[in-house]
């Protein structure tokens, strides 16, 4: 499995492991770097963008309608 980058392989069975057959990989590593950021401010603006139970029973299409947290508000141009 490992190919050309078998030190690689067990990295990818990790994430083989968590994906699913229907939302396909659902994890996701951010790291935010600047000056003057507010940890607690953006923390509480990703944990609004997730998506709750009743947003996943919506599906693909449902999805398509729910209105992207991040990109409006106050703080958006």
Same mark, same amino acid.
């Given at each position: 499995?490992?190919?050309?980058?078998?030190? =690689?392989?067990? /990295?990818? !069975? $990790?994430?083989? &492991?968590?994906?699913?057959?229907?939302?396909?990989?659902?994890?996701?590593?951010?790291?935010?770097?600047?000056?003057?950021?507010?940890?607690?401010?953006?923390?509480? =603006?990703?944990? /609004?963008? !997730? $998506?709750?139970? &009743?947003?996943?029973?919506?599906?693909?299409?449902?999805?398509?309608?729910?209105?992207?947290?991040?990109?409006?508000?106050?703080?958006?141009?």
């Amino acid at each position: 499995m490992g190919g050309r980058f078998p030190a =690689a392989a067990p /990295a990818r !069975l $990790l994430v083989l &492991a968590r994906r699913h057959d229907y939302y396909g990989e659902r994890r996701n590593e951010l790291t935010v770097t600047g000056v003057g950021l507010d940890p607690p401010c953006i923390r509480s =603006a990703l944990d /609004a963008a !997730l $998506l709750t139970d &009743a947003d996943l029973s919506l599906g693909r299409e449902g999805w398509a309608a729910i209105p992207a947290p991040l990109l409006s508000g106050p703080d958006v141009p």
